[in-house]
């Protein structure tokens, strides 16, 4: 199994300002997943991070809003630019196992 | 793209008693369906999961079943606790996981 740790659990944050979040694991791991999962809602899908490669994002998700980092096989940052209440969410950081996706705590994002 | 239906969003039960989640997906060619529970505060956790060729898994009280026909597969949730209080993800992987919305379990004891 993976361990999973993001760093800042929770923050709350004012409008138009950007935050970035960091993802650790505890093994080296090929693919890397952010998701947001808004206020009651389900998990979305915004980009896959492969170390080396630029992160291919989902649809209705920009590089310029979700710039993501990914230097290593264990880490990777994901920043929120220009936040907007609408940004309020939880993100989650995410990676495939051999067998499985695990996921890591969330990241509680509040933007005022 | 895939599309995952997932029913009931609430569901109460007492103590004791079994649950059952059902989902439905769009795509023939997900071969993978991971179901994941989430408690407050908490990241998704993977409980069980089953692939597509095979039609049910059982582990302790969980158990899936996969209906490829009818693109459906449900969760299983014998002898409830107190503790299985959740939201239950199901999800389809294709060559990515698509998750459902979400059943709100409350078991009362």
């Known amino acids: 199994s993976a361990v999973i740790s993001q760093k800042p659990s929770r923050d709350i944050c004012q409008r138009g300002t950007s935050l970035t979040i960091q993802c650790q694991v505890d093994s080296q791991v090929t693919m890397m997943f952010w998701y947001r999962q808004q206020p009651g809602q389900s998990l979305t899908l915004i980009a896959t991070?492969?170390?080396?490669?630029?992160?291919?994002?989902e649809s209705g998700f920009v590089i310029d809003k979700f710039p993501i980092s990914r230097p290593n096989l264990t880490f990777s940052t994901l920043t929120v630019s220009n936040m907007s209440p609408e940004d309020s969410s939880i993100y989650l950081c995410?990676?495939?196992?051999?067998?499985?996706?695990?996921f890591g705590p969330g990241t509680r994002l509040t933007v005022t | 793209g895939e599309n995952v239906e997932q029913h009931p969003s609430t569901l109460s039960v007492q103590e004791g008693d079994s649950a059952v989640i059902k989902c439905t997906y769009s795509d023939s060619a997900s071969n993978y369906f991971p179901w994941y529970k989430q408690e407050l505060g908490k990241g998704p956790q993977l409980i069980i999961d089953?692939?597509?060729?095979?039609g049910e898994k059982k582990d302790q009280r969980i158990a899936v079943t996969l209906n490829k026909t009818a693109k459906h597969f449900s969760l299983h949730i014998t002898e409830t606790q107190p503790e299985d209080s959740a939201v239950y993800f199901c999800?389809?992987?294709?060559?990515?996981?698509?998750f459902g919305t979400g059943t709100r379990l409350q078991v009362f004891p």
């Open positions: 089953i692939r597509s060729n095979v």
């Open positions: 999800a389809a992987d294709t060559d990515k996981l698509i």
């Open positions: 995410s990676v495939q196992g051999k067998r499985e996706q695990y």
């Open positions: 991070a492969n170390q080396g490669s630029e992160a291919t994002y």
